[in-house]
């Protein structure tokens, strides 16, 4: 069986008191990218500064390929713990053109360094630039070299904090396909660390996803998008349409039908869930809506709010006749009904979450 190239066991910290990470654990195989995501504050960063060596853990264990890095008697220095970092304000040497802050991380003799330095650049798509420095360098071509420079030492593990964030949209994802590619080919285990569900969904084979402190779901984007273990969970990815319902003999009655509830004692209050992109519209037949069908439920009546086109899709609230709640829904395309026209939802039922209420 292959060692992950990183593991994280049982990891705890708190600052004053404050627990700040509370018991992360998790493993990164070579080649794999894994992603910390979560909001403003809940612990992914402690949790990649721990790793890199420059956090002491209150508790927990890390080890890299196999070797132990951290525990509570052993704290190995960052520079021996073969990991490369790659952070937003993690600048190139003003004063060193490409080429020598390339050549920063390696050792060796000077001759041999220019051909690994150049093999390097070529890489990242830079060695046209090797002479250049930083400041002649557009923010894109200095996050480049920046990954050449990180890769140098041949890390078996690299740690990344927003490495994107400082760049504008278009270039950012040019440079997170480019780069993902580079440090797929280079074999090392990846840590990622953003706040962003898309760059996560984009970059990561595995989410971690954390909220104060804690992980409270790991999985591939795909399962982490489709199967959240919470509401909570659910919005972190996308807007969120709520429909309350109280459970009655497994099953949920509802405006748009009845929704099981396997499990879930009688009287339990949930909330269900879904997506504004798994929202059906349908016409008005006359203060009729279409037939319900097993796929889709019941339609419920509503009344267009506002309509919005964002490019590639489209926008549109409704104030749902049974209880005057706003439900949103996403169309691809342009579809612009005027405020005010009434329109038919149905809910996609192999879409839905149905979670205890008061999740969120
Ligand atoms: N050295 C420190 N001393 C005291 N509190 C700290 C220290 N470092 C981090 N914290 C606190 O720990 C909590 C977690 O911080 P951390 O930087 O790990 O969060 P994060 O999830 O990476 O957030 P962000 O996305 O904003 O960087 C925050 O409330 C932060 O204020």
């Given at each position: ?26 493993s990164v195989m070579p080649g794999q990218v894994t992603c910390l995501l979560g909001p403003s ?286 439900l949103k829904t996403q169309v691809p395309s342009v579809f612009l009904p005027k405020p005010g ?20």
């Amino acid at each position: 069986m292959t060692t992950p190239r990183l593991t994280i066991s049982h990891l705890s910290k708190s600052f004053d008191g404050r627990q700040v990470v509370n018991d992360v654990s998790l493993s990164v195989m070579p080649g794999q990218v894994t992603c910390l995501l979560g909001p403003s504050g809940c612990g992914k960063s402690t949790t990649l500064r721990a790793v890199a060596g420059v956090e002491r853990p209150d508790s927990g264990e890390i080890h890299v390929d196999g070797v132990m890095v951290c525990d509570q008697t052993t704290m190995i220095p960052p520079e021996d713990r073969s990991i490369g970092l790659m952070f937003q304000d993690f600048a190139l040497f003003p004063h060193l053109d490409v080429a020598a802050n390339v050549a920063f991380g390696l050792k060796g003799r000077k001759a041999d360094m220019r051909g690994q330095v150049e093999n390097l650049l070529k890489r990242v798509g830079m060695l046209r630039h090797i002479d250049r420095y930083p400041h002649e360098l557009s923010g894109g071509e200095q996050q480049r070299v920046a990954l050449a420079r990180a890769l140098a030492p041949k890390p078996k593990v690299m740690l990344m904090d927003e490495p994107f964030s400082g760049l504008d949209d278009r270039l950012r994802d040019d440079i997170r396909d480019e780069t993902l590619e580079v440090l797929k080919d280079a074999g090392a285990a990846v840590l990622l660390v953003t706040h962003e569900p898309a760059e996560a969904m984009r970059m990561a084979d595995e989410i971690a996803l954390m909220r104060a402190g804690r992980i409270v779901q790991r999985g591939a984007p795909y399962n982490i998008y489709n199967t959240p273990v919470d509401l909570k969970a659910a919005q972190f990815f996308s807007d969120i349409n709520v429909i309350k319902g109280t459970v009655e003999g497994a099953l949920t009655e509802t405006p748009f039908g009845q929704f099981l509830a396997p499990g879930v004692p009688d009287g339990t209050q949930v909330d269900i869930c879904i997506r504004p992109q798994h929202l059906k519209i349908d016409f008005d037949r006359g203060g009729r809506g279409p037939l319900p069908t097993p796929a889709d439920g019941t339609p419920a009546r509503g009344v267009v709010k506002r309509a919005r086109f964002m490019g590639s899709e489209s926008l549109v609230e409704f104030v749902m006749d049974f209880d005057g709640s706003t439900l949103k829904t996403q169309v691809p395309s342009v579809f612009l009904p005027k405020p005010g026209t009434p329109l038919w939802l149905m809910i996609r039922r192999d879409r839905c979450f149905v979670f205890p209420a008061g999740g969120a």
